[in-house]
């Protein structure tokens, strides 16, 4: 099996960890002697799962010394320290990887491990905002400027990042025998969200009469319109996702607003002059009004239908969607601190090798005294 040890607090070194915990590896996730700030989170009771706790301080010589003894016993070694840290604790990659060319080293940083935005915070709105993420969704009120992202996706995208890096380190020692760095950043990692934009920005700037500035397209979406949140008659909400030509004709069908086709102005609909957008949509908001939500999915989801549309959901009422259900995507978990509760599943479905959660999150330090190959 493979031994991984987890240096790191928060969310996207958790869920890297908790992913390969839940495929087989033994994670042993190393804790300050006070490390609460970084147990708060409700999301860590699920990304904590399977993995063994040990407490060191690494302030300490001693605390150190058992640091770098586990380290050496381990395949995997992963950090989020801000750059220098593991350098002075004498956990970085050149001290550790002297004598032990087989391991694989992870790190994890906000900003890259140099350069003149290396120390700054690695916050998720901070690292959003300078990546131009926050002004992808420009545009969608009134007001001008940027619109707050509440999705940690940079946290979700390192967390990948990692997952990705360490397990191609793995495969590529299993040809080669030989460990390696693995480095990344949360600046990196949240640019693969908007390859769009990246692109289009150039174009642009080289040819802006072929391609003329579209503040929308760091959206991803040819027109609004057929994106539409939009609230029943009960009160409730419902997510429309029409942007396909044939989908949004659909869509008009079973609203009964065929006749829009009619009018000169959103003959071409869903792309429409943008001077067009607000009325049309308008229209389709108060038209919703008139049924309640199980009225409306009545109408979408039937079998003859081409609708694409979903009742929004809280976190934990999707837990009880069929889908999720039928897939698998729930689990339950036995925890001594809160008893049974369910959790998200293994991320994929391995139909050889699947697989579970290998335990409910640890007590800090629950294993200090029980980690066999650590020789503490």
């Not at 190393?30 to 999301?43: H, L, W």
């Not at 994890?108 to 140099?114: A, D, R």
């Not at 700037?205 to 959206?219: F, L, N, S």
């Amino acid at each position: 099996g493979i031994t991984v040890l987890d240096f790191t607090r928060g969310m996207p070194g958790g869920i890297a960890t908790m992913v390969m915990s839940d495929f087989g590896a033994e994670v042993i996730k190393v804790e300050a002697p006070s490390d609460e700030k970084f147990r708060e989170s409700s999301g860590a009771i699920q990304w904590d799962r399977g993995k063994k706790s040990i407490i060191l301080d690494l302030k300490t010589p001693e605390g150190r010394e058992k640091a770098q003894k586990l380290a050496r016993l381990s395949d995997v070694v992963i950090e989020s320290f801000r750059p220098g840290v593991t350098r002075r604790l004498g956990i970085d990659y050149a001290n550790l990887g002297a004598d032990h060319p087989e391991l694989v080293y992870a790190s994890l940083t906000g900003f890259g491990p140099e350069g003149p935005y290396a120390n700054y915070k690695g916050y998720d709105a901070v690292v959003a905002a300078k990546t131009g993420r926050m002004m992808m969704f420009a545009g969608q009120n009134t007001r001008e400027g940027p619109n707050y992202v509440v999705v940690q996706g940079v946290c979700h995208s390192a967390a990948t990042a990692l997952i990705r890096g360490i397990t191609t380190a793995l495969y590529l020692r299993e040809k080669t025998g030989r460990g390696q760095m693995v480095e990344t950043s949360m600046l990196k990692t949240i640019t693969t969200y908007d390859h769009i934009s990246w692109i289009h920005g150039q174009m642009i700037a080289k040819d802006p009469e072929t391609h003329p500035p579209d503040p929308r397209v760091g959206i991803g979406r040819p027109n609004p319109t057929g994106y539409l949140p939009a609230r029943t008659k009960d009160g409730r909400w419902i997510q429309l996702g029409n942007i396909v030509e044939r989908l949004f004709r659909s869509m008009m069908h079973s609203l009964e607003l065929d006749f829009i086709y009619d009018d000169p102005r959103y003959k071409t609909a869903p792309f429409l002059a943008e001077e067009h957008v607000a009325s049309l949509e308008r229209l389709m908001l108060e038209k919703i009004q008139e049924k309640t939500l199980d009225e409306w999915m009545g109408l979408f989801a039937g079998e003859a239908s081409d609708v694409a549309a979903e009742p929004y959901m809280t976190s934990e009422a999707a837990l009880d969607h069929p889908q999720i259900l039928h897939n698998g995507h729930v689990i339950s978990v036995h925890h001594s601190g809160v008893g049974e509760m369910r959790q998200l599943g293994p991320m994929v479905i391995m139909a050889e090798t699947p697989g579970s959660a290998k335990g409910p999150a640890p007590e800090p330090g629950q294993h200090t005294e029980f980690v066999p190959s650590a020789d503490l």
